[in-house]
């Protein structure tokens, strides 16, 4: 196995080349010079706008235009119960168009992480919540509780509020997947702007599953394999690609390999070349949206319709990958940079990972009378990510 890095931040952009942290602190400053972050402002989400099609192209009467680095971050302030979705232009430092948004018509922006983490904290504080709990014969600290996008529905009292729903999972040890435990028939819609539980559905106890899911456990997971030898990859050669900051080339295929903090991994403007011919084959092509219905019509679980990329930014939850384990190889990682809640540059290390398998014979065919025997082996170029949003990965 092998290890190879490429250091983003350092890399002169191309107009599709991922954000580097130097640009992350200038999109900052920018937007803190118009006046338009504050102490209580927090970023939602930020990433590139990326140039119209036609300017990337030669031959489009719009090539080379547009093409300068834009930003888009989505700002949340809480103390002045404000959404902004603002551009802003790295090229020339001003902020291009800022609108204010209406959560009643518009929607709310993405969950920030800071709202993950005090659900709980607001939870164990709540009269009704802990009542609710000691009626089940469960205190606050037996109970985990999972932060989840409320969408937008017709409830009561709900509109234009930025809330998530809280639903409690008991936790037998701090070791034990609490995840097997829901205590059903209740859920919490939490006020995040102005942390208080907007109000509670309490359909009385219902029994908690008792059968653990601790899959980790050796006394239920069993032993692990002890009878498989090693595989040990090698390419004493090197890869049969070439990457030069985020360009990847393979095999006659050339692609942009970029990130966004909503998609996670984007592949742009992927081309494959031969006798000389290149030819355009995906202009763009990412992980759009995983949405998630439950269908499930209960008063507690029936707004359960997850939006993972809009809600969650699966790039943003993206793994750190690891040598050996997520990656098996001659490998080379991208480590790609996301603004966290603060809009300062959050890099997750070994985000992406670049490299081929061998993955069995593609075609073979033996000619008895021509006494030819031949084989082609398949080879395979993976670009990967992983992100766990919750309990999916």
């Known amino acids: 196995m092998t290890l190879q890095t490429t250091p983003l931040a350092t890399l002169t952009q191309h107009p599709l080349g991922q954000l580097s942290a130097q640009e992350i602190h200038e999109a900052r400053r920018i937007l803190a ?38 930003i888009r ?63 089940r014969g469960l205190t606050p600290e037996q109970v985990r509780v999972a932060p989840l996008s409320a969408g937008v529905f017709e409830y009561e009292n709900e509109t234009g509020k930025r809330l998530l729903r809280g639903l409690g999972f008991r936790q037998d040890h701090p070791g034990d997947h609490a995840w097997a435990h829901p205590i059903d028939g209740l859920v919490a819609f939490v006020d995040v702007e102005n942390r208080r539980v907007n109000h509670l559905i309490d359909d009385g106890p219902v029994p908690v599953p008792e059968v653990n899911g601790n899959y980790t456990d050796p006394a239920i997971r069993g032993e692990l394999r002890t009878d498989l030898k090693p595989i040990d990859i090698t390419q004493p050669e090197g890869p049969s690609f070439a990457l030069d900051g985020n360009h990847l080339s393979w095999l006659g295929w050339d692609l942009r390999v970029g990130f966004d903090a909503r998609e996670g991994l984007v592949l742009h403007q992927i081309h494959h070349t031969h006798n000389g011919r290149r030819r355009p084959v995906v202009h763009r092509a990412s992980i759009s949206e995983m949405v998630v219905p439950y269908g499930d019509p209960s008063p507690y679980r ?20 690891k040598l050996g384990c997520d990656c098996l190889g001659d490998i080379t990682y991208m480590s790609p940079v996301v603004a966290d809640d ?41 670009v990967s990510f992983f992100t766990t949003v919750g309990n999916y990965d």
């Open 33 to 70: 010079d118009a006046g338009l972050v504050a102490e209580t402002t927090r970023f939602a989400y930020l990433g590139l706008v990326e140039p119209p099609k036609a300017a990337l192209y030669p031959g489009h009467e719009r090539h080379g235009a547009d093409t300068g680095r834009t």
């Open 73 to 135: 971050a989505m700002l949340w302030d809480a103390a002045l119960s404000r959404s902004l979705d603002v551009r802003l232009s790295l090229a020339t430092g001003d902020v291009l168009e800022q609108r204010e948004l209406d959560p009643a018509v518009d929607g709310q922006l993405p969950v920030l992480l800071e709202e993950f983490e005090i659900i709980e904290q607001i939870l164990t504080a709540d009269p009704q919540w802990k009542a609710a709990l000691a009626s």
């Open 302 to 321: 029936s707004w359960q319709n997850y939006f993972d990329s809009g809600e969650y930014l699966v790039g943003r939850d993206a793994n750190s990958l």
């Open 342 to 382: 603060f809009g300062n540059p959050r890099t997750i290390e070994n985000g992406i990972c670049i490299h081929e398998e061998d993955a069995g014979i593609l075609w073979k065919h033996t000619d008895e009378w021509a006494g030819s025997n031949e084989v082609r082996r398949n080879r395979r170029l993976v």
